[in-house]
């Protein structure tokens, strides 16, 4: 069995990086928590006029590389492995990809070590990868395929409107796995 596992949300903590590095770079401005985010693109669920600033974060060398691990994660990970599954990560780099493409790796081989940095997939079309099942927090994943596998949806606040997919967690995540 192959499980495709996105990086940013279901592994990487990317709210809780963003509001770090946020209070850091521009300390007293408005900080929205994990639990009141409504949409899936963080600078949406902020005024217009912080968005170059929001970008300004996004962009800084180490933001991606430092992101913190979501809990439950590494154990998740691990246990699938042991479990004799093909477990890889597959991710969509920015479209403006400075440091965002190396920091992903480096991000894997510091928190998952190097040898899992070796089934890494980068896509933007997430649709053309096979496999069984894909956990991404990202409501609605389109490309130019249909594709092969199931999309369990990372359960987040933000993506509380789509209705139609399975929702898994780093709890819950083995009653769906090992039906
Ligand atoms: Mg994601």
Redesign the pocket.
């Known amino acids: 069995m192959i499980i495709l596992i996105?990086?940013?949300?279901?592994l990487a903590d990317?709210t809780a990086g963003f509001n770090s590095y946020w209070a850091k770079m521009f300390p007293g401005r408005l900080i929205i928590s994990k639990e009141r985010r409504k949409n899936f693109y963080l600078e949406e669920d902020y005024p217009e006029d912080l968005r170059p600033l929001i970008e300004k974060v996004f962009f800084v060398e180490g933001f991606y590389r430092n992101l913190p691990v979501v809990e439950g994660a590494i154990e998740a990970i691990g246990e699938m492995i042991r479990a004799g599954f093909d477990v890889r990560i597959c991710t969509s780099p920015r479209t403006r990809y400075e440091n965002c493409v190396l920091e992903k790796y480096q991000w894997v081989e510091n928190n998952f070590g190097h040898e899992f940095t070796k089934g890494m997939i980068m896509t933007r079309d997430k649709t053309l990868v096979k496999g069984d099942y894909l956990i991404?927090?990202?409501p609605e994943i389109i490309g130019s395929a249909s594709p092969e596998w199931e999309h369990l949806l990372f359960d987040y606040p933000y993506n509380q409107d789509a209705k139609n997919k399975r929702r898994i967690n780093w709890k819950n995540w083995k009653d769906i796995i090992f039906p």
């Open positions: 996105d990086q940013d949300g279901p990317f991404d927090d990202k």
